[in-house]
């Protein structure tokens, strides 16, 4: 998922405590100096100075849903069916 110039976001970290950042301007995003044990209010989060800025790659973020999507297709005039990703088609069949 692209994250756009201003977003804010947390990050979890071990023992249940929240580090939280902003994105800049790609590549890069600002963490604040404060981490904490829940989740706060962006507006509360804004108010803390910032630690450090770092280029941040596009798949840091929700790496769950860089995974790859295969999706089914049906052949509108044979009927087959088929998995398709990423330019790739494999043939499949329908499971009950």
Do not use: T
Not at 1 to 27: D, T
Not at 57 to 66: G, K, N, R, V
Request: charged share 30%; hydrophobic share 40%; glycine share 8%.
């Amino acid at each position: 998922m692209k994250q756009r110039e201003g977003h804010v976001f947390s990050i979890r970290l071990k023992a249940g405590r929240y580090a939280f950042g902003r994105v800049l301007k790609n590549p890069l995003c600002a963490f604040y100096g404060r981490g904490s044990d829940q989740i706060l209010d962006v507006d509360e989060i804004a108010k803390d100075p910032i630690g450090f800025k770092v280029w941040v790659m596009d798949s840091a973020f929700e790496p769950e849903l860089q995974e790859r999507v295969w999706l089914f297709k049906e052949d509108p005039i044979s009927k087959a069916l088929s998995l398709y990703s990423e330019g790739e088609e494999r043939p499949a069949s329908e499971v009950l």
